[in-house]
């Protein structure tokens, strides 16, 4: 159980255009989904965190216009990163909240496998 | 302060004993996570510990929490070339569900 996926695994995309990047929890609901970038040999920095129903909130530093975030349902959200250039290059990492009370995955945070975006 | 710092690299023989060192300068932590990262893969919890608690075993690995010195280190005993990956050390606030990573231990396990 608490599986994570992230769809597309690995994207190349031109500079200028957007790129959409989905995260689901397979066999939980997730109230809050959380967006991670990690760039090599680096740790990872939260961009932003995910509430279903309302919108993100996004760290210092992060531009909410760029990297737009959608989180319609208790099991997927979005990352959008619009207008790309070659410096969003970067691992894209998410990771969801359990929202089930009384197992326990209760409170805990469980990552996607990661998405590898390269900007031409 | 939320600083999380952790030694970047280390090597080992395999079949021996791994220890991994953390430092959070937060005691507000209730918290302390142990991640592991294989190669372009995203991030396996492999064992939490509570911040009441000195220590906790779970198969091969044991985690030691100082609280005192705000250190917390991960064991790995009798080592294998399977466990080579990065390992991060993660905090959590009660009030916040916000984690806190520290920048990874590069871990090579040497046949």
């Known amino acids: 159980g608490a599986v994570v996926s992230q769809h597309p695994s690995w994207v190349i995309c031109k500079s200028g255009t957007s790129v959409k990047i989905e995260c689901r929890s397979l066999?939980?609901?997730?109230?809050?989904m959380f967006w991670y970038r990690q760039f090599p040999k680096q740790s990872l920095m939260l961009m932003a965190t995910s509430n279903e129903g309302s919108k993100a909130t996004y760290e210092q530093g992060v531009e909410k216009d760029k990297f737009l975030i959608n989180h319609a349902s208790l099991t997927l959200s979005t990352l959008t990163v619009t207008s790309a250039h070659p410096e969003d290059s970067s691992f894209y990492i998410c990771?969801?909240?359990?929202?089930?009370?009384?197992?326990?995955?209760?409170?805990?945070?469980?990552f996607g496998p990661g998405t590898r975006l390269t900007v031409l | 302060g939320e600083d999380v710092e952790q030694s970047l690299f280390l090597s080992v023989r395999e079949g021996d004993s791994s220890v991994i060192n953390c430092t959070y300068t937060d005691s507000s932590s209730t918290y302390l996570y142990w991640y592991k990262q294989e190669p372009g893969a995203g991030l396996q919890l492999l064992t939490y510990?509570?911040?009441?608690?000195d220590m906790k075993q779970d198969q091969r690995l044991t985690v030691l929490l100082n609280k005192k010195d705000k250190h917390l280190s991960l064991r790995i005993a009798d080592t294998q070339t399977g466990d080579s990956a990065i390992y991060f050390c993660a905090e959590k606030k009660d009030s916040s569900y916000k984690l806190i990573f520290g920048s990874g231990t590069r871990l090579l396990v040497r046949p």
């Open positions: 990771s969801a909240r359990a929202r089930t009370a009384g197992t326990s995955f209760y409170n805990e945070q469980f």
């Open positions: 066999d939980f609901q997730a109230t809050t």
């Open positions: 510990i509570f911040s009441n608690m």
